[in-house]
């Protein structure tokens, strides 16, 4: 691995951290100012907004701008805006709505951080896909372990110190982090398009994935894994205590299996693809997390049920590695950004799509129902997308997109979309 990955690793680790502090802190911050459940939503959900509202322009931006400086920038940013927060904390002068836009601000700032960090990483591994998954899955793992497991205790722990100490603690990670960004090697950058209005070029990247089938088909998936899982997610708590027996304690148990099955399957996703194929693989974890979900919903016990969400977990966390290392190894350069961050975004405007289907089925029908629909759902799309991701389309993806070892800059093009 290159030696700007270890700093890169690094960066994503510490601020990932801080998102866990943050994750956990701000609904608890917001609780101490009301008991509304409408506010408090509001808080949560203004932290989608930004990916909803400007997704596919941020990938513009960020496929027009320097890719380093753009990460860099957004974490000092994130940073600054954090520490301007716990001094309002310090000062009692936190609202609903200033948690409500802190936490847009945040997500606008992950929007650009995350977005060029994906367009990034394939530049600094030169474009190699193994070197990619092996990344992938350092910043997976990682992201789980410090997201899911440390992040959210630390923050409710940092918070009975003092409510600004979390938000202050997280601006520490985001600092470091940028620092960590500003000192990884320059890369060149893409070489520029024709210059277009930012809307025709965010279409033009939008229009790249539709057009691609195996792009296409990397994006359904967590797309239609959204709605599914969100359909699970909203009606989890309730199924766990009515139908399981499970306290409080044993759901935050129940929520580390899943955890745990998430850093498995990232540790051992590079392994699959090489074992399998890289679709293959793609497919078989896409099966296993629809029959994951259809044994929690058929779950007699909280231990049947703690096994299903570990193995779902797995399946997820595979797919988070191998989807994006292949997308980075076959998107050229220059529209790197505007194909991650579509892929995103139709990924989070499922979001809500799930969490209200889950909430109707279980109100019109019973709180399982959700979770059979979903695994119905999953299943389906595992068999529609099966032959979009297959390992024959994905070898030719792979040999159109390697460099050409002698190459003609009067010959050379950039790779059209498969449209077969």
């Known amino acids: 691995m290159p030696t700007g990955f ?16 943050t994750h956990a802190a701000l609904p608890l911050l917001a609780l101490t100012l ?26 513009a931006l960020v496929d027009r701008w320097d890719r380093r400086r753009t990460m860099w920038v957004a974490d000092a940013a994130r940073a600054l805006l954090l520490a301007v927060t716990g001094a309002a904390a310090l000062l009692d002068a936190l609202s609903i709505p200033l948690l409500a836009a802190v936490a847009f601000l945040l997500g606008l700032g992950g929007l650009f951080f995350d977005t060029a960090a994906t367009a990034f990483l394939p530049d600094l591994l030169r474009r190699d896909p193994a070197l990619l998954e092996r990344a992938n899955s350092r910043l997976r793992g990682s992201q789980t372990a410090m997201s ?16 600004a100490v979390p938000l202050l603690a997280d601006a520490v990670s985001f600092l470091l982090s940028a620092l960590l960004v500003r000192t990884l090697p320059a890369l060149p950058r893409p070489v520029p398009e024709a210059r277009e209005s930012l809307l025709r070029q965010a279409r033009a ?3 790249y994935v539709f057009r691609d089938r195996l792009l296409l088909g990397l994006a359904l998936r967590p797309a239609v894994g959204n709605i599914a899982f969100l359909a699970v997610e909203t009606v989890l708590a309730l199924f766990a205590h009515d139908r399981l027996g499970i306290d409080t304690y044993g759901f935050g148990l129940l929520l580390t299996a899943e955890a745990t099955g998430g850093l498995l399957g990232a540790g051992i996703a590079s392994q699959l693809g090489r074992r399998l194929g890289t679709g293959t693989a793609l497919t078989c974890t896409a099966a296993i997390e629809g029959l994951a979900v259809l044994g ?11 096994l299903a969400l570990a193995v779902c977990g797995a399946g997820m966390g595979a797919t988070m590695v191998l989807a994006p ?26 979001a809500p799509v799930g969490a209200f289907l889950g909430g109707w089925l ?32 994905v070898e030719a993806a792979l040999r159109a997109a390697a460099p050409d070892p002698d190459p003609d800059p009067e010959t050379s093009r950039v790779p059209v979309p498969e449209t077969s």
């Not at 991650?340 to 499922?350: I, V």
């Not at 029908?365 to 389309?393: C, E, H, K, W």
Request: proline share 6%.
């Open 148 to 163: 899911g497991f440390a992040g959210p205790p630390a923050g409710s722990a940092l918070l009975a110190v003092g409510r």
């Open 6 to 21: 270890g700093r890169l690793w690094t960066a994503q680790t510490v601020s990932s951290l801080g998102d866990g502090v």
């Open 205 to 207: 990247g939008a229009s």
């Open 296 to 306: 929690l919903a058929a779950a007699p016990n909280p231990y049947v049920a703690g």
């Open 362 to 393: 279980a109100t019109t029908y019973d709180v399982r129902t959700p979770l059979y629909a979903a695994a119905g759902l999953l299943l389906a799309m595992t068999a529609i997308t099966a032959s979009m991701t297959s390992d024959r389309r």
């Open 34 to 59: 009301t008991r509304d459940p409408m506010a408090l939503a509001v808080v949560t959900a203004a932290g989608t907004l930004p990916w909803l509202l400007f997704g596919v322009l941020g990938g």
């Open 325 to 350: 290392s292949l997308r980075q190894a076959i998107v050229p350069a220059h529209l790197m950004g505007r194909v991650a961050s579509t892929s995103r975004m139709l990924a989070m405007c499922a």
